[in-house]
């Protein structure tokens, strides 16, 4: 039975007005989000994976403009919808958040009230009736003492508490697609195990889909269904997430994984990836990764690669690997 | 032999802001509560632990760049703490530091070569044409170009910058290199170029690295040594292998149970380590980890366990009062 995802992105373009031009920071980019599944989505700065992310809700920051594509929640293209329209899908069936909820949150407002305010907006609460649901929904992501919490300002609380605060925030209209952009990268360790287990345990009860963004492997391995690798605005591989790990296709994606250094085990030196990701404005015309890449060939300078089918729900764009 | 560092029972308190508006109220909380460790001629050791542990206090100190309240701090057999400026100086250029963000410690208004001539111009070493030659070799080991040299910060990528940086904190011709977190901020791709650099760089000139990581597969890789860090003290100290794989502390356990590995698939319940680092273990009787800990008795919560060898292994110290049982 095929399954019928809930938010489906195709084609998409988004690209900076530069002196030099237009500068595409995603070229192409198209996925699906399916109810109660994560897809990972990982690369390293500028490979478009925020950008990606800011365009499902309308937020690329100008001279940022989606130039094309289709992002189709159950059908409707959320980019031909009036702004409105838009405001009313936002924070109500897709919601984000973000890596540093200290900037994310008003400094201004108490943290019951910023989640309050969610619900009054959206689905008309009363006052009161906003309140308990903020605290009750507090409880629900793990604050103790919830009553009490509600009325602290951000200041007050953790970086932890902050970040369970916007899962809150995110979560509390029940949206069917949530977008989480490095949402554990400014925690410690053992607070984003913390934050990643609330996200899963969330994800059951909502059956939220969600899209995960993180320039980290090892959560991306942790929380993911399925991985999808962008490279200089591109998506260079996508698969399930196990058979991502175990047996990358992308020779960017195979650099990675081996570059790390491991908690397991001890190595020598790194097998580095050489050189630094290509500037946007100035591509090479064939392969973005040819540069950098030990298996190029004459052809990967020249012909620059689709992503295609490779069997068991894979795709790569690598001509060495689907031809 | 003598090692290179020893700190002995070091403390160093901030104060702290307290309720009146303006103005302290005089308490004081101890980052660095109570620490001793020695660091060997040509050893890596690496400093881990959570934010507010007092990791990047304890290597201000351990750089002379902040004196202890209390405590002893010995470099080359000499002790150190409670020098004055003066007599800091020259002990400052054989320790250099590296520094976590490559945008915030390089100077935007000096060249790539101005930058890593300062060290040299502070400490009055060589002539001008001495250290526009030394600035050709740093720049070559560090793998920048001499046409960099001619360049701003701004124009260089991060990675870039951390070598520049590097090169700077080399050019004293320091023996002791503290690095707090040196490649956090970098790309992943990038990471690994700069772990390689200054893992070649310490083979070449013989370096011993304190080196400050939150990242514990960066620390298994680089380290010889560890020491967890909790609340401004060493709770567990050892051999890199031997912590990784037989930690003698609850909070080792926990830290290295969080820590996501690649490949092992989908989270499951795991471990986690349930609350937040609390502010100040001042508060707290007997063991500061025990408000968390998962396997107390009666005495953590009355004495705070000291940092002692577990049976059979000298070199391997836990501060917790179960480290020989197998609990952990």
């Not at chain 2, 050709?136 to 170009?145: F, I, M, R, S, W």
């Not at chain 2, 001619?150 to 990675?159: A, K």
Request: aromatic share 4%.
């Amino acid at each position: 039975m095929p399954i019928d995802p809930v938010l489906r992105v195709r084609d998409l373009d988004v690209a900076f007005a530069t002196r030099d031009g237009a500068v595409r920071a995603a070229d192409g980019v198209s996925f699906d989000l399916t109810r109660g599944k994560t897809l990972g989505l990982v690369g390293e700065s500028g490979c478009g994976k925020s950008v990606t992310a800011l365009s499902l809700l309308g937020l690329v920051p100008p001279p940022g403009r989606v130039r094309g594509g289709e992002i189709l929640l159950d059908g409707r293209n959320l980019l031909t919808l009036p702004d409105k329209a838009l405001d009313a899908e936002r924070g109500r069936r897709i919601s984000m958040i973000f890596q540093e909820p200290m900037t994310a949150l008003n400094p201004v407002f108490t943290v019951g009230e910023q989640i309050a305010e969610v619900l009054r907006v959206h689905l008309d609460a009363t006052k009161a009736d906003a309140w308990d649901a903020a605290v009750a929904m507090m409880r629900r992501v793990g604050i103790a003492n919830a009553p009490a919490r509600a009325k602290s300002y951000p200041h007050q609380l953790s970086g932890g508490m902050r970040q369970r605060v916007m899962i809150a925030m995110a979560l509390i209209c029940k949206p069917d697609v949530l977008i989480a952009d490095e949402p554990t990268t400014a925690l410690d360790v053992t607070v984003q195990a913390q934050i990643l287990d609330l996200m899963l345990e969330m994800q059951q009860e909502l059956g939220t889909a969600i899209l995960f963004i993180s320039h980290d492997l090892g959560v991306v391995s942790e929380i993911a269904d399925e991985v999808m690798v962008m490279y200089a605005g591109r998506v260079v591989e996508r698969a399930p997430a196990d058979s991502l790990f175990e047996a990358p296709l992308h020779p960017y994606t195979i650099g990675l994984i081996r570059t790390l250094p491991r908690m397991e085990r001890r190595a020598g030196p790194l097998p580095a990836i050489p050189g630094a990701v290509p500037d946007l404005r100035t591509l090479p015309p064939g392969c973005r990764y040819a540069e950098r890449c030990p298996q190029a060939m004459e052809s990967c300078h020249q012909t620059d690669p689709e992503l295609k089918g490779a069997g068991y729900g894979r795709s790569v764009a690598c001509i060495r690997v689907a031809p | 032999m003598k090692p290179l560092l020893e700190a002995r029972d070091v403390v160093k308190t901030f104060p702290i802001a307290g309720n009146r508006l303006f103005g302290r109220d005089g308490r004081r909380t101890h980052a660095v509560d109570g620490v001793s460790f020695r660091l060997e001629a040509g050893e890596t050791l690496a400093l881990v632990g959570e934010s507010g542990c007092g990791k990047t206090t304890l290597a201000r100190t351990a750089a002379l760049l902040l004196a202890p309240d209390a405590g002893l701090l010995s470099f080359e057999g000499e002790t150190v703490s409670g020098l004055g400026r003066r007599d800091l100086k020259p002990l400052r250029r054989r320790i250099q530091l590296i520094y976590q963000d490559p945008f915030g410690s390089l100077n935007p208004r000096l060249t790539a070569g101005a930058i890593i001539a300062e060290p040299l111009v502070i400490h009055g070493l060589g002539t001008a044409e001495e250290r526009r030659k030394r600035v050709a070799d740093l720049a070559e080991a560090v793998g920048l170009t001499a046409g960099d040299m001619e360049r701003y910060p701004h124009q260089f990528s991060g990675g870039q910058r951390q070598r520049i940086a590097i090169a700077r904190a080399l050019a004293p011709e320091p023996c002791l290199i503290i690095a707090d977190e040196p490649v956090s901020a970098l790309d992943v791709s990038i990471q690994s170029q700069i772990l390689n650099l200054l893992g070649k760089l310490k083979r070449e000139r013989g370096l011993t690295y304190l080196f400050i990581s939150h990242d514990l597969s960066v620390v298994r890789h680089i380290a010889d040594r560890v020491a967890v860090m909790y609340l401004g003290r060493i709770v567990e100290t050892g051999p890199v292998d031997d912590i990784f794989e037989n930690p003698r502390h609850p909070y080792t356990r926990a830290l290295l149970s969080a820590a996501p590995v690649i490949g092992r698939g989908k989270r499951r319940a795991h471990e986690t380590l349930q609350g937040d680092v609390p502010d100040d273990a001042a508060g707290i009787e007997g063991c500061p980890f025990h408000p968390r800990c998962w396997i107390t008795r009666a005495e953590c919560f009355l004495t705070r366990p000291n940092l002692a060898p577990i049976v059979g292994d000298e070199r391997h110290l836990s501060a917790c009062h179960l480290r020989d049982e197998g609990r952990i």
